[in-house]
């Protein structure tokens, strides 16, 4: 029997979004510093 794991789901959605035009980023690449600060 084939595991499905979460991080196949994700990968999966995030390919289907690229697919579709959005631009994928990794969230502390996008997030303002100010706010990052907030949760250290």
Do not use: C, S, V
């Not at 991080?7 to 697919?19: G, K, V």
């Not at 579709?20 to 907030?38: C, K, Q, V």
């Amino acid at each position: 029997m084939t595991r499905i794991t979460e991080n196949a789901i994700e990968q999966t959605a995030l390919e289907w979004m690229e697919d579709i035009g959005y631009e994928i980023a990794h969230g502390p690449d996008i997030i303002p510093a100010l706010i990052l600060a907030r949760f250290k």
